[in-house]
């Protein structure tokens, strides 16, 4: 295979984590110019000839909203300079908890998303737990949706024994399904009230979890009040060690406050959001997400099988 049959470059939100991509890969980050007029409007120039080629871009987009724009503006660029193909590696699809019309006169920030991503010239998305799996039927170019639960596996077979797997909400169902699958052990749901965003009350736990150690699983962990409410529920029922695997650190206000100084034993997360300052905290313990998308990017090129690369609970 030639060297220069594709490219792979980098949006500035997770830099670190495209390095390690790359790395994987075995191919050298691909030079382009990002920069921002006096205004803070985004330029952006590709330092080297892609003409015919399949170009990669990888780019996680939580906030700051600009990383959406930076994207966007890099997949238009990229398609202007006569690319062959173009896929948008998105480790972390922000936008996406807006995925419906949950109550009048609101937006569905993740179909727009979508839009603006074909729009501007994406001929595949790759991605990881998104927050909604339906989000999928919103493009209609490939998609790829990996599955972190193959990131994590390695730490939490760990601690298997007398472990439970718990889904904080009645919408994480799936992706804990599937961890209790892969873990062959039991499952639990937190019923939850969310009376406003952001904030959460914890309602009722479903199923026994009393002498238990605990595994909470979920795609994002953001202020992380869910997270810590799950953990004060399920100690006051009687769980013994609880640890988290959550794939997208978003990590706001007042998370890793929330986390030191919460009870759990350990909390597992991905480097789909950058990470940096986060590893100083002796709770959390950061696995990176970089093998899987490596190889994602290495098969989507060479038309292999993707869905392969871990197994898919259809239960």
Request: glycine share 8%; proline share 3%.
């Amino acid at each position: 295979m030639a060297t220069n049959d594709y490219m792979v470059f980098a949006g500035g939100s997770n830099i670190p984590l495209a390095k390690k991509i790359a790395s994987r890969i075995g191919k050298p980050l691909g030079m382009v110019e990002l920069k921002r007029f006096s205004d803070g409007e985004i330029w952006v120039k590709y330092g080297e000839n892609i003409r015919g080629l399949d170009v990669f871009i990888i780019q996680s987009t939580n906030p700051p909203a600009e990383n959406w724009m930076e994207l966007l503006i890099m997949i238009d660029a990229a398609k202007r300079a006569s690319a062959k193909t173009i896929t948008a590696v998105i480790p972390y699809f922000g936008y996406a908890r807006q995925d419906r019309k949950d109550q009048p006169r609101v937006a569905i920030t993740a179909k727009l998303m979508a839009n603006l991503l074909t729009g501007a010239g994406a001929d595949r998305i790759v991605t990881m737990d998104l927050h909604a799996a339906q989000i999928q039927g919103y493009f209609d170019i490939p998609f790829d949706h990996l599955y972190g639960s193959s990131v994590f596996r390695d730490k939490i077979e760990m601690h298997k024994k007398n472990l439970v797997v718990v889904s904080p909400d009645v919408g994480g169902i799936k992706i804990a399904r599937a961890y209790a699958k892969m873990l062959d052990c039991g499952l639990v749901v937190i019923d939850k009230r969310r009376p406003k965003q952001n904030l959460t009350e914890v309602m009722n736990i479903i199923g026994d979890v009393e002498g238990k150690d605990i595994l909470i699983v979920d795609d994002l962990i953001d202020t992380a009040g869910t997270f810590v409410g799950a953990i004060d529920a399920l100690k006051e029922k009687g769980a013994q060690n609880i640890y988290g695997a959550i794939t997208h650190p978003v990590l706001s206000g007042k998370a890793l406050e929330r986390i030191s100084s919460s009870k759990v034993t350990k909390l597992y997360i991905s480097d789909t959001i950058n990470t940096e300052g986060i590893d100083h905290e002796k709770k959390i313990q950061v696995i990176t997400s970089s093998e899987l998308f490596a190889e994602a990017i290495r098969r989507a090129f060479n038309n292999e099988s993707i869905s392969s690369l871990f197994h898919i609970d259809k239960g």
